[in-house]
């Protein structure tokens, strides 16, 4: 069968990493094997479909929500990563359980805006919600807001010092293409014409050409096109050599000044390929690293590397199990550990 998203099985395996103990999960590419290790410290359940973004203020991984193993498993936990490692926090109000939510992090705010997503009751949301370190809350945007949404993406343009949002289904699952920035008071929709209606696309923001880029997604089928917004108008990059996905990591490299990206539902299959874009193409990354896998997110830790977390491996049909793996890439290989 499939889930709520008909893009995923309703029946996952929970597969745990457990305190004090090693668990392992190998991913065979080609003649490489990689294993992760488990996290001798509390973590979050493994999850698919949660979100997570980088507070750079802070130096720390917010991470918000998604889904357990079964289709009815929403979560609505609130979990921190920084240097001691993972620490939930518990706080007095908080989102319902979601799953397909985005989330990005505002610098000039110094909070994280989550968005939308797939509440309890099948029913898409429309909140906005921010989280400043400690709390969450429920912000009063008024009437002028995106309609209710998942399978979004957001991501935050530091040259306007807004939040951006791009796409996603509507509570009729229709895919949508429309574009709204986020300062705070309220949300304004953009009317520039660019990407296709798509859902499951991810999006980031690059800092050297002071753009916004949205890659991938799906429609009837996974895509592989890329965008970039300037605050006027979009232009679509060169992608034809990178395989078409959806539901993947996306983020800029600032040690290294690139595009970097892993993972996703391809057509067909699980991807576990790592790609760059620098200096107007992209180049294909590591052939080692963590299992395929799609429903997870990632982010870029300036000094450390690519942060990805968790999401499903299995194929697109049959068995399949959600992690709760954490890898960093560093630029040049992948490792276990976000450390």
């Known amino acids: 069968g499939v ?9 996952f395996t929970a597969t745990a990493f457990r305190p ?6 190998v991913a065979s590419v080609g003649l490489l094997a990689v294993t992760a290790v488990a996290s001798a410290q509390e973590a979050p359940s493994p999850r698919a479909g949660y979100a997570m973004a980088y507070d750079s203020v802070r130096d720390q991984v917010i991470l918000f929500g998604g889904r357990g193993e079964s289709l009815g498993d929403g979560l609505n936990d609130t ?109 304004t929709e953009i009317p520039a014409k660019g990407p296709y209606a798509r859902g499951g696309h991810a999006m980031t923001y690059n800092p050297t050409r002071g753009t916004v880029v949205v890659m991938g997604g799906f429609t009837t089928a996974a895509l592989n096109d890329a965008w970039e917004f300037d605050g006027k108008m979009w232009t679509q990059l060169s992608t034809s050599r990178v395989p078409a996905r959806h539901i993947f990591a996306l983020a800029y490299d600032s040690d290294h ?25 992209w180049v294909r990354g590591p052939s080692a690293g963590p299992v395929p896998r799609a429903y997870f997110s990632g982010v870029y830790r300036p000094g450390h590397g690519f942060l990805i977390f968790g999401g499903v491996t299995g194929g697109q049909r049959g068995d399949q199990r959600v992690l709760n793996d954490m890898w960093r890439y560093d630029g040049q290989r992948w490792t276990p550990g976000w450390d």
């Open 20 to 25: 004090r103990c090693v668990s392992a999960i």
């Open 3 to 11: 889930d709520d998203m008909q893009t995923t099985p309703t029946s």
């Open 79 to 187: 979990w921190i990563w920084s240097d001691a490692g993972w620490r939930k926090v518990d706080t007095e109000v908080s989102p319902p359980p979601l799953r397909y939510a985005c989330m990005a992090f505002d610098a000039k705010r110094s909070v994280a805006v989550l968005f939308g997503g797939w509440g309890e009751g099948n029913i898409a949301q429309s909140d906005t919600w921010e989280f400043d370190g400690q709390n969450w809350r429920l912000v009063d945007v008024g009437d002028k807001r995106p309609p209710a949404r998942f399978l979004s993406a957001m991501t935050y343009d530091a040259g306007q010092g807004k939040v951006v949002l791009f796409g996603g289904r509507d509570v009729r699952r229709r895919f949508l293409d429309d574009l709204w920035v986020y300062d705070g008071a309220g949300w």
């Open 257 to 281: 000044d690139r595009l970097v990206l892993f993972g996703g539902a391809g057509r067909g299959a699980q991807l576990n390929d790592t790609w760059f874009w620098a200096d107007g193409e």
